[in-house]
């Protein structure tokens, strides 16, 4: 099913240029506004990019949707004129404000809801109202870590995360031992952390939800990856999705983890949320019990490759598009209605990230390859190579790449692969 008119320009705001493309189903991205570069020479969309205006790339996640919006506020403010509406990644309270000055719309919860919910305890408690079954959790202060080694534990090792993270920075696997304890307590930066049981015979689902008004809205799901040594080197770090895997997944657990999405999007709903999110489910192994464990206030890193994958499945229109579709009036409740997520889309993503603390930049090539963010290895898509002349540091994302499930016999035996070739596009900076 087509739109009911043609595409409408929206303003597209984030820390990846690329991830613009999950917008172009339904909608028409016109200028784009990022933390890491678009391809060089783009004239339609505009784009710009603190990669471009800084010569750096940043740590992962370090350079947010607020930096972006703080270096090209006036020109975010032009291109929304032009517009009906602005997507950000996540919301900005700066961002509310500008657009609220020109009257254009503006996609997303508002910057006080997803700051709350950014919150791990608060998620807590939204699973808790959702009357979803949830790991007990211990809140702490992180100096008193080492004491968990003195007490009656039910495992040799705990998970340890500070209250305002994602993307696994923040997260930490660490034994009981009351030496490790102590030395993550000094490391941490924080007052207060969340400490619950490590299940070793477990994995992580992922999904997106969307709220429309009352309307909840629930993605296909994929199989989270998780500290691939070839990707990065922290053991809790997010290094992808597996949207194949889920084929493998009982349907028990699938029906299961889509009740539970529902009761979350429904709680959110009730707290005024508006605009997508992503709920990470654990599932144990042996019993197939399933619990939410993280709730990511906005779009995620594993947005854009669902969009397409469901795209290239025939999807009309996908989870992604339906939802750009209906926050602009293209779409309404019948297509919602209508919409069925496919049990398994046959894409893989991995994220690679720079695995050293000496910075690198681009390798430069003999032809202009070096001058492009985009492209391919084997049967492998990448998006956000650097561009030459951008030193990327310790921890910084290399490249991202998708490609098609069957071609290695598991996601970590792709990023075995993958991973020199994604290496050979840098070299270490002087």
């Known amino acids: 099913m087509t739109p009911k008119t043609e595409r409408p320009n929206v303003v597209w705001i984030g820390p990846r240029a690329a991830d613009a493309a999950m917008l172009s189903g339904s909608l028409r991205p016109v200028a784009i506004f990022s933390a890491d570069a678009a391809e060089r020479g783009m004239t339609d969309p505009v784009t710009r990019s603190l990669e471009m205006r800084t010569g750096l790339r940043r740590r992962w996640g370090a350079a947010s949707v607020a930096d972006v919006v703080a270096t090209f506020a006036s020109e975010i403010q032009e291109a929304a004129r032009r517009s009906v509406a602005v997507v950000p990644y996540a919301m900005d309270r700066a961002l509310q404000e500008l657009v609220g000055e020109v009257r254009s719309g503006l996609v997303g919860p508002t910057w006080e809801l997803q700051m709350w919910l950014d919150d791990k305890r608060h998620a807590l408690r939204v699973f808790d109202d959702a009357r979803v079954r949830r790991l007990p959790y211990r809140i702490m202060s992180a100096k008193q870590l080492s004491t968990l080694a003195l007490s009656r534990r039910t495992a040799d090792r705990f998970v340890v995360q500070i209250p305002r993270a994602s993307g696994g920075k923040g997260t930490y696997f660490v034994s009981a031992a009351a030496t490790e304890l102590a030395d993550l307590a000094s490391r941490l930066d924080t007052t207060d952390v969340l400490v619950s049981d490590y299940r070793k015979e477990s994995?992580?689902?992922?999904?997106?939800?969307?709220?429309?008004?009352?309307?909840?809205?629930?993605?296909?799901?994929?199989?989270?990856?998780?500290?691939?040594?070839?990707?990065?080197?922290?053991?809790?770090?997010?290094?992808?999705?597996?949207?194949?895997?889920?084929?493998?997944?009982?349907?028990?657990?699938?029906?299961?983890?889509?009740?539970?999405?529902?009761?979350v999007g429904t709680m959110l709903a009730n707290l005024g949320y508006q605009g997508v999110a992503g709920l990470d489910l654990l599932v144990i192994r042996e019993t197939n019990e399933l619990f939410p464990v993280d709730l990511n206030p906005r779009f995620q890193a594993s947005t854009k490759a669902l969009a397409e994958a469901e795209r290239a499945a025939g999807a009309d229109p996908g989870f992604v598009d339906l939802v750009g579709g209906v926050a602009v009036g293209i779409y309404g409740r019948d297509e919602v209605a209508r919409y069925v997520a496919p049990r398994a889309l046959p894409i893989v993503q991995l994220v690679f990230y720079h695995r050293s603390v000496t910075a690198v930049h681009r390798r430069r090539g003999r032809d202009d390859s070096d001058g492009h963010t985009t492209g391919t290895v084997g049967g492998w898509f990448l998006t956000g190579l650097a561009l030459p002349g951008v030193r990327v540091c310790g921890g910084a994302v290399l490249a991202t790449a998708t490609g098609p499930s069957g071609e290695y016999a598991s996601p970590e035996s792709a990023a075995k692969a993958l991973n020199g070739t994604v290496e050979a596009f840098y070299e270490h900076a002087a």
């Open 203 to 263: 994995y992580s689902l992922n999904v997106h939800l969307a709220v429309m008004q009352r309307d909840v809205l629930v993605s296909p799901m994929s199989v989270q990856l998780i500290g691939i040594p070839e990707c990065s080197l922290h053991p809790a770090a997010y290094c992808g999705n597996d949207f194949a895997a889920m084929q493998d997944i009982p349907g028990e657990v699938i029906a299961r983890a889509q009740e539970a999405t529902t009761r």
